[in-house]
């Protein structure tokens, strides 16, 4: 069985940057998972806050979260069988199961309730939870949608977002939170090293 690791964060934290640099450094060792909210919204879907669905709210919400949710489980098991198939050692996903109680109405227990998820059985199911702090946290000024098209947070609901994608993850035994701190590449370096120690370990 290949190991999972998840890679999330708030808005702007730098995923698709990490991730980028995770696959040109490690190649054939390493299967990534793709995020399901992005290919959904890619779609054509409309995002929480669009003024189609506004009106809607709550009952949106629901909805998105159930689709991300069961696409990522099908993407994840997915993707981990062809890891095993091509001889991969590590599958890296964009967001887990989790990142959806973020925004979830009542946070992570009332998501899992209404999935009947055990948070075990959630925190099982990967190796380790790399969370990226957002630039909404750390770096304000910087923060932007310029990198990602399917972005529609603004910086006050990105800073909420962070705070409740860290709260959704914690307890996980292999949760470290990567801080951004200096130039990007620093960050980046520090992920590839988890990756690194990860591959040495499989």
């Known amino acids: 069985m290949v190991s999972k690791v998840v890679l999330t964060g708030g808005p702007c934290a730098g995923k698709t940057s990490c991730l980028r640099a995770i696959r040109e450094h490690f190649g054939e060792q390493v ?47 997915t993707c981990g069988r062809l890891a095993v198939s091509c001889r991969a050692r590590l599958v890296v996903c964009d967001r887990g199961l989790l990142d959806g109680a973020a925004y979830w109405p009542g946070g992570r227990e009332a998501f899992l309730c209404h999935f009947g998820l055990p948070v075990e059985d959630c925190f099982a199911r ?60 620093v960050k980046i370096e520090r992920i590839l090293e988890y990756i690194r120690m990860l591959l040495a370990m499989s």
Do not use: K
């Not at 003024?51 to 809607?56: C, N, P, Q």
């Not at 910087?142 to 962070?162: F, I, K, M, P, Q």
């Open 31 to 77: 299967v990534t998972v793709p995020e399901a909210a992005t290919l959904l919204l890619g779609s054509g879907l409309p995002s929480p806050d669009h003024e189609r669905v506004r009106h809607l709210a709550e009952e949106w919400v629901r909805s998105f979260q159930g689709a991300i949710l069961s696409l990522q489980q099908t993407l994840e098991e």
């Open 126 to 185: 990967y190796r380790m939870v790399l969370h990226l702090q957002s630039l909404a946290e750390a770096h304000p000024h910087l923060y932007g949608a310029a990198n990602n098209a399917s972005r529609y947070e603004c910086v006050t609901d990105a800073l909420r977002v962070e705070q409740l994608v860290r709260a959704a993850w914690q307890g996980h035994p292999g949760l470290i939170v990567v801080a951004a701190e200096g130039e990007p590449h």
